[in-house]
C-alpha cells in the first residue's frame, strides 16, 4: 500500500526557518515525482513544486521560486519542503502528493498544518 | 500564464441529481487536465486524470470529457458521500507547471 506520512504541526513565528517532512513507502520512491501542494486557511489548492527523488530534478511554481525550497533524501525515502524565513502569509496547510507522471497525484500525505504567529 | 475559470464556485443538488461542473482555460491545454475531490479536512483525491481517464477505484458515476479550452466533470447521479469541494487542475510542459481552478464547493439540498 502506497503511503505517504508527512511530519507533524507546527507553530512558529515570522523570521523563523522550518523544514517539514513527507515520507513515502509501499513503492519506489525514486521513480515517483512527489509535489508540494499550499492551501491556505478556506482557500482553494496551490501547486507549490515538483521534485523527482532519482535525480533531484526540481522544478518550482513561479509563485513560490525563491520563497521555498524543495529537496528529498532517497536514502530514507523522504521529501523536504523548507523555509528560511517564514512569514505570517505562509500559515496553511500543506500538502506532499506523488504520482508516476508529474503532472497529476495519485496519492497524498495527509497535510502539515503550518502556524505562523508571533 | 494559463489562467483555469472553473464553474460554479458553489451548487446544490439532491440526491440522485445530475451534477456537472466547468473548467474554462485561457487558451487550449489539449487534454492536460485533472480533476480532484477535496471532502472537508481531508487530503485531495484524484478521480480523473487527462481529461476523461477514470482513476482506478474510483466510481463510474463520476466522468470528464472536453478538450482544447472547455472541459466538463460529471456526477451522474448525486449521493450523500460526494459532498467535497471539486478542483480541476491543467499542466502545461513547457515549463512544467500545474495550476489548480477556483474550486467547486457540492452541497445536498
Known amino acids: 500500500e502506497v503511503q505517504l506520512v508527512q511530519s507533524g504541526a507546527e507553530v512558529k513565528k515570522p523570521g523563523e526557518s522550518l523544514k517539514i517532512s513527507c515520507k513515502g513507502s509501499?513503492?519506489?520512491?525514486?521513480?515517483?515525482?512527489i509535489g508540494w501542494v499550499r492551501q491556505m486557511p478556506g482557500k482553494g489548492l496551490e501547486w507549490m513544486g515538483i521534485i523527482y527523488p532519482g535525480d533531484s530534478d526540481t522544478r518550482y511554481s513561479p509563485s513560490f521560486q525563491g520563497q521555498v525550497t524543495i529537496s528529498a533524501d532517497k536514502s530514507i525515502s523522504t521529501a523536504y519542503l523548507q523555509w528560511s524565513s517564514l512569514k505570517a502569509s505562509d500559515t496553511a496547510m500543506y500538502y506532499c502528493?506523488?504520482?508516476?507522471?508529474?503532472?497529476?497525484?495519485?496519492?497524498w500525505g495527509q497535510g502539515t498544518l503550518v502556524t505562523v504567529s508571533s | 500564464d494559463i489562467q483555469m475559470t472553473q464553474s460554479p464556485s458553489s451548487l446544490s443538488a439532491s440526491v440522485g441529481d445530475r451534477v456537472t461542473i466547468t473548467c474554462q482555460a485561457s487558451?487550449?491545454?489539449?487534454?492536460?487536465l485533472n480533476w480532484y475531490q477535496q471532502k472537508p479536512g481531508k487530503a485531495p483525491k484524484l478521480l480523473i486524470y487527462?481529461?476523461?481517464n477514470l482513476e482506478t477505484g474510483v466510481p463510474s458515476r463520476f466522468s470528464g470529457s472536453g478538450s482544447g479550452t472547455d472541459f466538463t466533470f460529471t456526477i451522474s447521479s448525486l449521493q450523500p458521500e460526494d459532498i467535497a469541494t471539486y478542483y480541476c487542475q491543467q499542466y502545461d510542459n513547457l515549463p512544467p507547471t500545474l495550476t489548480f481552478g477556483g474550486g467547486t464547493k457540492v452541497e445536498i439540498k
Open positions: 487527462d481529461a476523461s
Open positions: 502528493a506523488s504520482g508516476r507522471n508529474w503532472n497529476h497525484f495519485d496519492y
Open positions: 487558451q487550449d491545454i489539449s487534454n492536460y
Open positions: 509501499g513503492y519506489s520512491f525514486t521513480s515517483y515525482w
